[in-house]
């Protein structure tokens, strides 16, 4: 194990060390990529100036024959570190004043060569990283979108597109990764929450533009418009804003409308069949990743799918092969790197193109949009009302083919499967067990049944369930009872859920496996009672209860839709009273637009209450 720990990993003092070997007597970088990874991924293992700190330490304890040339090489080393990531000394004061004592102790030394090296007085200001657009406060109440777009060419619309959202990305620094990573959320990053923002603004921003048109002809045209613009974005290489267009034409709202697409032409179908199938999650997004590494010059990345790479290695790999936390795993510093290094690098490549300041500015004011998803989805149902579901019942009606287990409605279930109710409830009562018995007897106590029964409506009393009256309940008991109530209680146990395919913006893991859900459309299930998420080949496995997070709504007071919110254990997690709702989940905070209604209309015409996940 030790010789393991030897070939994979290293202290953070030996990676100091090996940094300062990557240099020559002359000052050349001999070794580029393992000073650049320790400077990058350092903050990951301890603070900037820590790392300073040590530095400094060094050059002064530093003697004997080798100490003219470790000390030569910090000095490269620190000047390096200015010239590759000068807004770390400009945005972190402390960091800074660490550099210039190591300066002044230089200077006092004689060293006027070296003291020279480190120019810190000459780091610009980066203080735009750090300013974030705000949102007008005054703008509680709702605006109407601009249309002074549409004399614009669908490639103009596109190229200023590509240079708002170059911006937005400059402002990300490689720490907000880190954050992001580390934390699961964009809390504490408000640069990478308004990028993600801007993201989620321009789809919304499609979907008012088509939605604006009063008559299908004329939102077919405002559609094939998109779908040019989202072929320009190709011929720009900028697949992130690309991603957002088409998470705009894909939104509900907008691909309900059949009647609108019945103008569109069919190659131009054809051409948005293909650019929806360039990024899709197939493959963990093989195609996009494939089109992506053949791109030259300028290319912009989906950032969420890099993101959830990170986030993927992260939650894959531990930071440290040690308990001591003193052996750092460099398998996973490397990957880490690898992701980080390729999006700095993004950002020194700009768009080869001229944008015009006042369209841009227009642009921005245009995307600050104060509409909910409700009342985007209702303004969908103005347009292209449903089609009556009483009138479209045909005369002589065959009988309706009984739903699937996974598909079964709330409000209408049959009767399941005996050998699969059987199953779903073993899984349950062993899911119990082992999150309630935790003196591990394998009984439940009366005391231990009082915090299970909140979890459970159809669980009254200790002694319904205590057969033998012995004071304990067994895992057969408990089944036993369970059968019992799946009869009395026409089949709505907890575990039924309502599952329906969705797309997720947000990292997710399975309720069942605790497995990362890979994608970017439609990567998994979610349940619309409680909201749980499962891999698709996990669904019917899942035995976790379905509790409703709210009580039947009425569709036509969408301004009476509480807002909603539902969060489980997360993976590796101690054990919880499932009446904890309120624990974090990882991630959860990534998701801009938390717990916000909308009103879906499923295949059979029927409406169903949901929560809508934006794509990122």
């Known amino acids: 194990m030790e010789s393991s720990n030897q070939e994979n990993g290293a202290t953070v003092d030996e990676l100091l060390h090996r940094s300062l070997q990557g240099f020559d007597e002359n000052g050349k970088v001999t070794d580029p990529t393992t ?18 700190a040590k530095l400094l330490k060094l050059y002064q304890e530093v003697t004997g024959e080798e100490a003219v040339a470790v000390r030569s090489k910090i000095c490269h080393l620190v000047k390096y570190w200015i010239t590759e990531f000068p807004a770390e000394f400009d945005l972190n004061p402390a960091l800074a004043e660490q550099i210039m004592e190591l300066k002044g102790l230089l200077y006092q030394a004689g060293n006027h060569r070296q003291s020279q090296m480190i120019t810190i007085e000459n780091v610009p200001s980066y203080e735009w990283k750090r300013q974030v657009t705000q949102r007008n406060p005054v703008s509680q109440k709702k605006r109407k979108m601009s249309l002074l777009f549409d004399h614009l060419e669908f490639s103009e619309l596109a190229e200023h597109f590509t240079y708002l959202e170059y911006k937005s990305f400059c402002k990300i620094l490689f720490q907000d990764y880190h954050s992001f990573v580390m934390h699961g959320c964009t809390v504490d990053n408000p640069i990478l929450e308004r990028f993600i923002t801007l993201f989620n603004s321009v789809s919304q921003w499609i979907q008012l533009m088509i939605l604006s048109k009063p008559t299908p002809q004329q939102r077919a045209q405002i559609i094939t418009q998109f779908i040019k613009v989202a072929q320009k974005l190709l011929q720009l290489q900028n697949f992130n804003t690309l991603m957002a267009v088409i998470g705009g034409l894909s939104h509900s709202s907008i691909s309900r409308l059949k009647e609108t697409y019945n103008y569109i032409n069919p190659e131009t179908i054809k051409i948005w069949d293909s650019l929806t199938e360039l990024v899709t999650s197939c493959g963990n997004y093989s195609q996009y990743r494939k089109r992506f590494a053949e791109c030259e010059g300028f290319k912009f990345p989906i950032l969420g799918v890099h993101l959830k790479d990170l986030i993927a290695v992260h939650v894959a790999l531990p930071d440290w092969l040690d308990k001591e936390k003193t052996i750092v795993n460099l398998t996973k510093m490397q990957q880490l790197y690898a992701i980080i290094n390729n999006l700095v690098l993004i950002q020194s490549t700009p768009p080869p193109l001229d944008a015009n300041t006042d369209l841009v500015n227009l642009l921005v004011v245009s995307l600050d949009q104060y509409h909910t998803d409700d009342e985007i989805y209702q303004l969908s149902l103005q347009r292209e009302p449903r089609k009556n579901s009483i009138a479209s019942i045909p005369a002589n009606p065959e009988p309706a083919k009984s739903p699937v287990i996974d598909d079964w409605a709330t ?26 018995d935790t003196d591990g007897d394998g009984h439940i106590s009366q005391e231990e049944f009082e915090i299970i029964k909140n979890n459970f409506p159809y669980l009254s009393k200790f002694g319904e369930l205590d057969a033998n009256n012995d004071g304990k309940i067994s895992k057969e008991e408990m089944a036993a009872y369970f059968m019992k109530a799946s009869s009395v209680f026409s089949c709505k146990m907890g575990f039924i859920h309502n599952f329906y395919e969705t797309t997720y913006i947000k990292p997710t893991f399975c309720e069942h496996c605790k497995g990362f859900i890979w994608g970017i459309f439609k990567q998994g299930f979610k349940c619309r009672a409680c909201g749980v998420n499962c891999h698709k080949h996990c669904k019917s496995l899942l035995s976790v209860e379905c509790r409703k997070r709210t009580k039947s709504i009425s569709i036509d007071s969408p301004s009476q839709r509480p807002s909603r919110s539902f969060s489980f254990p997360p993976p590796g997690a101690k054990k919880h009273s499932l009446q904890q709702t309120g624990c974090n989940f990882p991630y959860r905070d990534c998701q801009l637009k938390r717990g916000t209604t909308e009103i879906i209309e499923d295949d059979n015409g029927s409406l169903e209450d949901d929560v809508y996940d934006d794509h990122l």
């Open 411 to 436: 409000a209408r279930k049959p009767n399941p499967d005996q050998a699969v109710l059987n199953k779903h409830i073993e899984k349950m009562v062993e899911s119990v067990f082992k999150n309630f």
């Open 35 to 52: 000073v650049r990874m320790f400077l990058m991924m350092h903050p990951w293992y301890i603070p900037s100036t820590d790392a300073a």
